[in-house]
């Protein structure tokens, strides 16, 4: 989901930079920034789950 997003952002920027809409392209870097931020959540919430798991499974 998350690449799709990234895809969705850097379509949207390309377009606004070749029709020289500044609001489009702007909307394709701000959703581009969120993308990366959502893949960066997700790393670590996977990364505590990892770390939760070994944790339990020391006791």
Same mark, same amino acid.
């Given at each position: 989901? =998350?690449?799709f997003?990234?895809?969705?952002?850097?379509?949207k920027?390309?377009?606004?930079?070749?029709t020289?809409?500044?609001?489009?392209?702007?909307?394709?870097r =701000?959703e581009?920034?969120?993308?990366?931020?959502?893949?960066?959540?997700?790393?670590?919430?996977?990364?505590?789950r990892?770390?939760? /798991?070994?944790?339990?499974?020391? /006791?």
């Amino acid at each position: 989901m =998350t690449k799709f997003r990234e895809m969705k952002a850097m379509a949207k920027q390309r377009l606004g930079a070749r029709t020289g809409n500044r609001r489009l392209a702007a909307a394709g870097r =701000t959703e581009s920034a969120e993308a990366r931020l959502l893949e960066t959540k997700d790393k670590i919430k996977a990364a505590a789950r990892k770390i939760r /798991r070994e944790y339990r499974s020391a /006791r």
